[in-house]
């Protein structure tokens, strides 16, 4: 039988100093984009089958779900608002630190806001928005920029600190617990197990941080405006999930999300570490 765990044990090696200046940190902002437009093109089309299961009570699975947005409206629509999250990658990345997650949702919040309304809007004439700059422009109108755009960042605060949190936490305890194992460098663990890592990380994200996305989604397709308006505040969604729906009501969409993640997140730390290696 193994010997326990210590909290020693657990303990993540300081990382080598880095060298290279602006050099170095031009190969890090790189291979974070790289890693950022994979997430994106490999998940997309999961993310808008979670949101539309967490903010409709239409779709039986997501299997009904997926299928309906086919049929109904296209391949392409697995797409909806994917140049949302592209346009702010380069920028959440370079944001990206010890406070990663509160940092992100300053960008993430207003974004996936514009894309959960682009995603959830009804298919051809009655469309309410024409694309992301016209959801933006309405967004403020309707609510201003606390109450509009910002619609939810509270709970998507609570949710980036968490979700980043545990990301990097496990894809790093993961990746230096294989090289103390096997006595290797980090360069030399192969990039199957790069991925692997990766993609058990996403899972850890999900499972740490998936409640709070449920809330944040309904929130950001929420009416506007007396008789429009079911949510008043985060907390005030949070009483209504759990009054209406019970605990199964914040873990609705969670399967397809858990499908989602594992290529999304492998696809992610291993497009940036083999990036990094390679311009290394």
Known sequence: MAAPTTPQDLVLPEPAPSSGG???TFKDLF?????????????????????????????????????SIYTTE????????????????????????????????????PIEHVRIRLQTQPHGPARLYSGPLDCV????????????LYRGQAVTL????????LWFLSFEWLMNSDAKRNSVDRKEIPSWKVALYGG???????LGSYPFDVVKSKMQTDGFGQGQQRYRNMRHCFAQVWRQEGMRGFWKGLGPTLLRAMPVSAGTFAVVEMTMRAIN
Not at 158 to 165: F, M, N
């Open 31 to 67: 291979s974070g984009a790289a890693g950022g437009i994979a997430q994106v093109l490999i998940g997309q089309p999961f993310d808008i089958v979670k949101v539309r299961l967490q903010t409709s009570t239409l779709y039986p699975s997501a299997l009904a779900a997926a299928t």
């Open 74 to 109: 296209g391949p392409l629509a697995f797409y909806k608002g994917t140049l949302t999250p592209l346009l702010g990658i380069g920028a959440c990345y370079y944001s990206a630190g010890a406070f990663a997650g509160v940092a992100n949702s300053v960008l993430s919040g």
């Open 137 to 148: 422009r309405q967004l403020v109108r309707q609510g201003g920029f606390t109450h509009g």
């Open 22 to 24: 602006a050099s170095q």
């Open 158 to 165: 609570i949710r980036e600190a968490q979700a980043y949190g």
């Open 200 to 206: 058990l990380a996403g899972e850890a994200l999900w």
